[in-house]
């Protein structure tokens, strides 16, 4: 399943997410979150480090420790803005996976916002939810501060 969490800039998406995940994987869930980087080209390394320099020389890098992996892989601008094809491409073995932004993508989605004027700005998908710490009309509604409701609401629309 594939659920995203989308609203405005400095809303608590991020806070919701790091407090959501540890309660869903506590549950058994396996849990992925692509984050949107809106700003085209990203480092996930340091300039002059082996990975950064094998990079730059024109082959995709794969960073391996005992416990942790990371891919950093060439694509072109419409697979990256393709949250379909990263999820097929990359992320088939999780139960669910959480993104972070992409709002244009027409997910169903969980809407955090700090007013609740705000919604209306993410309706280009289904919206389950609404985080925000007023009451919005017309739509499940949790307070910021209620992650557990959020993840147990999220275990009841999986089943």
Known sequence: MILSIVGTSDSGKTTL???????????????????????????????GKDSW?????????????????????RVDEEKGNNLDWICERYLGEYDLILTEGFSKAGKDRIVVVKTPEEVEHFKQGRILAVVCDEEVEGYKWFRRDDAESVADFILSIMT
Request: proline share 4%.
């Open 17 to 47: 997410i790091t407090r959501i995940v540890p309660i869903l994987r506590e549950k058994g869930l396996k849990v992925a979150v692509v984050k949107r980087h809106a700003h085209g080209d990203f480092e996930i390394d340091r300039e």
């Open 53 to 73: 320099k094998i990079y730059r020389s024109g082959a995709d890098v794969v960073m391996a420790s005992p416990v942790k992996l990371a891919l950093i892989r």
